[in-house]
Each structure stands twice: as structure tokens, then as C-alpha cells.
């Protein structure tokens, strides 16, 4: 060991010396030479071990051939982005949008991986990238939620993804913070308020549930998920009529209730495929924005016919009183699927609306032939009878209908209400009218205002007005109170009448 030191020491000092020259220029040569493979070797290792993979071993190679032909042109569209601009951030973003919508989420991860990597405070990339976590059940979600809070604390939405993320993990009081973080910044925020009501249902807290609850519904009275949840708080409350006037608000609202949430709507609009002009217009028919509903749902019919998009587009069409126009897509959903019911009977409705009587009844009467225990047919024809003032033709319907429905109650409810307000009095027949009203009612908790206020006519037309003042008065308590404003107005006018012991009387056109 000493040895070779002093070795070292001694040759080093004769090569400073530089004995002729040549010494000192042969060990800088050699010097030199060591140092750049040292340094060709570290970078390398370097270029190896740090310096992201070549973009085209990163780039997806989806199975696009089961998917449409435009999402496969837009998804090879971005990846030539890509491979054209591979240093953007922008170009990765978007393909890995595109990958994650229709539906190709795990090859998304990797593109949203490199676009953060590239640009990382960039909050789209990470938010995207932590909620596709969260749909494909990475743990590592919950990390990449706390980094789009420190890029952007203040979006409300963020907050309640993650409290709904956190929530489906059973992890309760992160969830709980989550949405209160969301109320911090939006205290309107409703599905915030939703999120803390399920929170306290889980944990067997009804009243603060039931408190959170409301608190859902004052921004946004029309959330059917709020009054489902309050249907099942009123029933654990022990309080039946409460609960039944919850699930019928519930089941007469759309299903979808929408976050709003616009850096998420940015990825949503990517979507080409026919279900994702759909969905779109799924989520403006529930806002009630019903033309670009219409919209989106004739480009899906453009990208793929289909018999249930063409009944979307015609029923919205005669919301807008286009009926001309419903018509001829109710025909094209027979065109695509000639055994569809639903078409059947409701263009014929249409049909019987817009005066055609002859085919009307012809469609209607096919859909009975293709089902004759199918009640929205019998409701059909005896709503047209009862428009042309045929109200004995309205009641024989009726009660076909009810006979081979085993009761169905719409059915029986319109029975009732003709057999106690039609203006011919050979038709009037106020027991039976009390009966069928009764067994609805008893069904119903006594909780339906439309079902009290057949009772109540039922009632007068039996003379017993003290009686049919008192139904009425409630009928009318319940129809304000779920905000059914049309019928609140009726019943109240009735409600007049029988005050002054007048049975009221259905106009016949």
C-alpha cells in the first residue's frame, strides 16, 4: 500500500516536472480521454436512468377496431400530435382526454402522466389524471387529489369528487372535511350538502341528515337523489307519509342531476362516440335546455340509428309543440325496431292530438295488439274519448284497461274521476267513484294530492260536501307543498265550489 503511494507521489512529481515536454502532453492526452468516456458513461446512465422513455414507447396502441369510425380518426388524429410535437404538454393532454372518455382509461394514464410531467401545474392533467385514478380503483388516487388542491384550492367541485371518492372508500371524516372544504367556497354547493346527508344516513343521523337534506334541495329543488335519500330518512323516522310524498317527487324527476363542474364538462364535450351525444343530451334535457338536447341526440341518431333515440328526440319535439316533426321520428324508431310498443302507442297519441283520428287509433289499437295489458294504451285512447266529450267510449276504455291491468292505479284514477265530474249525469256513479278513489288513497297513504282530490270530487258528487271540503283542503296543502303549481291552482277552484256545496263538473269539449 505505501508502496504504491510513494509510487504515485514520484511519478506525479516527475510529470509536473514535464522532462522535455513530453510527459506532461502524453497523461493530459490520456487525462482527457478518461474524463470524456467518464462522462460519455454518466450520461448514459443518466439519459438511461432519469430521462423519460422515447414518446413512442409511451404512446397507447388501443384496440380501436371496435369503436366508431370517428373516435378511432380523432384518437389517431392526437397521437400524430403527438409524435409531431412530443415536448407538449398540450398534445399528451388532449390524447389522453380523448383515450379517457371513450373509455380507453388505462391507456390514458400514462398520457396524463407524461402532460403532467411536462407541465405540472397544469391543474387539468392532475385533476383528470387523480379522478381516472379513482375510476380504475388506484389507492394513489387520494395522493393526486391533495395535489390538485395545491394547485387550485379554490374549486368547489374538486372538493366534492374527492368527498365522494373518499366517501365510497368507507374513510367517512376525510369525506366529511372534503365536502365542508366544498361548502367553504360554494355554500350553495348541493351536492356538497347531499354528500354530508349521506354521511350522517350512514352514521344512523337522522336529523342531521334529514337537516342536510333540505339544505340539497333549497338550491336545487329538482335533485331526485336528495328526495330518494329523504324517502328513506322519513321511513327510518317512522314518518310513512313523508317518505311516500318523497319517492313520488323522486320518481317523477330526471335521473340525472348533474355537478357542475367546468373543467370536467372540457373533457366530457371530447367525447364523438354516439353514447357521449347522449349523455350530452341527457344532461341538457335535465337543465331544460330542450334544444340542444335535441341537439346532441340527432347527432347520436346520425352516428348510430337507434329506435330509443329517435322516442328522445320525438317527445321533446312535442314539449316544443313541433309535432309534425315527433311524429316522423316516432315512425323512424317503428322503422328501425316494428314490434316497439312504446312507439306505437305514443304516436298514436300524438296522432289523436293532432286531429288524425283514423291512424291514431290505428297505432294505439296495434299496440294493444301487440300487448293488450299494456296501460299506457288504454290511458291513450280514454284520454282521447274524454277530449272528444265520448265520455261513455272513456269509461268502457277505462275499464277494459283496469280489468286486464289487475288494477293499475293511473287507470283507475281516471275511471274515478269521470265516473264522479262527468257533466252527463247518466254516467256519474259517485260510489263507485268513492270506492276506486278510497283503495287508491289507501295505497297511497293518503299522501297523493292528486288521488285526494278525485276522493274530494267523489265526495261532492255523493253530497257529502263538509267531507269533500276537508280532502280537498289537504289535497291542496300537498300539491303546494311539493310544488305541483298547476294542480294546486285546480283544486283550490274546486275547493270554492264545494264550499259553497256545488259538485264540480268536468267541461266536455
Known amino acids: ?188 354547493s348541493a351536492h356538497a350538502y347531499l354528500g354530508l346527508g349521506k354521511i350522517a344516513l350512514s352514521k344512523g343521523d337522522l336529523t342531521r341528515s334529514r337537516e342536510y337534506l333540505h339544505k340539497t334541495l333549497e338550491p336545487k329543488p329538482q335533485f331526485r337523489e336528495a328526495h330518494g335519500l329523504l324517502a328513506e330518512v322519513y321511513r327510518r323516522l317512522n314518518e310513512p307519509k313523508k317518505a311516500n310524498r318523497e319517492l313520488k317527487i323522486a320518481q317523477q324527476l330526471p335521473k340525472i342531476s348533474p355537478l357542475a363542474d367546468p373543467v370536467y364538462d372540457e373533457l366530457v364535450k371530447q367525447g364523438v362516440s354516439a353514447f357521449w351525444y347522449r349523455e350530452r343530451g341527457l344532461v341538457y334535457q ?62 298514436g297519441q300524438l296522432l289523436l292530438e293532432m ?27 280514454g284520454t282521447f274519448y274524454v277530449r272528444k266529450g265520448r265520455d261513455a267510449e272513456a269509461i268502457a276504455t277505462y275499464r277494459q284497461g283496469l280489468q286486464v291491468t289487475q288494477g293499475f292505479m293511473p287507470i283507475a284514477l281516471r275511471l274515478a274521476w269521470l265516473l264522479a265530474t262527468s257533466p252527463q249525469q247518466e254516467l256519474r256513479d259517485g260510489k263507485e267513484a268513492m270506492r276506486l278513489a278510497k283503495a287508491i288513497c289507501k295505497k297511497t297513504k293518503y299522501h297523493d294530492p292528486e288521488s285526494l282530490d278525485v276522493l274530494a270530487a267523489a265526495y261532492a258528487e255523493m253530497g257529502q260536501f263538509s267531507k269533500a271540503v276537508q280532502i280537498a283542503e289537504k289535497a291542496y296543502e300537498l300539491a303546494s307543498a311539493n310544488q305541483e303549481i298547476e294542480l294546486a291552482k285546480e283544486i283550490r277552484v274546486r275547493l270554492a265550489l264545494f264550499r259553497t256545496q256545488t259538485p264540480y263538473r268536468a267541461n266536455s269539449s
Open 1 to 188: 500500500m505505501n508502496q504504491g503511494a510513494s509510487k504515485t507521489s514520484s511519478t506525479r512529481t516527475t510529470e509536473s516536472k514535464g522532462v522535455k515536454g513530453k510527459p506532461l502532453i502524453k497523461n493530459l492526452a490520456l487525462g482527457l480521454l478518461c474524463t470524456g468516456l467518464v462522462s460519455i458513461a454518466f450520461f448514459s446512465i443518466y439519459d438511461h436512468v432519469w430521462s423519460p422513455p422515447d414518446f413512442p414507447e409511451l404512446l397507447p396502441k388501443p384496440d380501436l377496431s371496435a369503436v366508431e369510425a370517428q373516435v378511432a380518426q380523432k384518437i389517431e388524429a392526437l397521437k400524430a400530435e403527438v409524435e409531431k410535437s412530443p415536448d407538449s404538454a398540450e398534445s399528451w393532454g388532449k390524447l389522453a382526454m380523448a383515450l379517457d372518455i371513450h373509455d380507453f382509461k388505462h391507456e390514458s394514464i400514462p398520457c396524463y402522466q407524461r402532460a403532467i410531467a411536462l407541465d405540472p401545474n397544469e391543474f387539468r392533467w392532475t385533476y383528470y389524471y387523480a379522478i381516472v385514478l379513482s375510476e380504475t380503483g388506484s389507492p394513489e388516487a387520494f395522493k393526486w387529489f391533495e395535489r390538485c388542491s395545491s394547485l387550485n384550492s379554490d374549486y368547489a367541485p374538486l372538493h366534492v369528487i374527492y368527498g365522494e371518492a373518499l366517501y365510497e372508500a368507507g374513510q367517512l371524516e376525510k369525506a366529511r372535511m372534503a365536502y365542508r372544504r366544498a361548502l367553504a367556497i360554494n355554500s350553495n
Open 286 to 347: 335535465a337543465e331544460g335546455r330542450i334544444d340542444e338536447a335535441i341537439q346532441q341526440f340527432k347527432i347520436a341518431l346520425q352516428l348510430r340509428p337507434d329506435p330509443e333515440g329517435h322516442v328522445y328526440v320525438a317527445n321533446l319535439l312535442r314539449e316544443l309543440n313541433r309535432l309534425d316533426e315527433a311524429a316522423d321520428h316516432y315512425r323512424a324508431a317503428i322503422n328501425l325496431q316494428p314490434n316497439y310498443i312504446v312507439a306505437y302507442n305514443n304516436l
Open 355 to 381: 286531429g288524425q283520428v283514423e291512424e291514431g287509433l290505428m297505432w294505439v289499437e296495434k299496440a294493444l295488439r301487440l300487448d293488450r295489458r299494456f296501460p299506457d294504451a288504454y290511458i291513450s285512447l
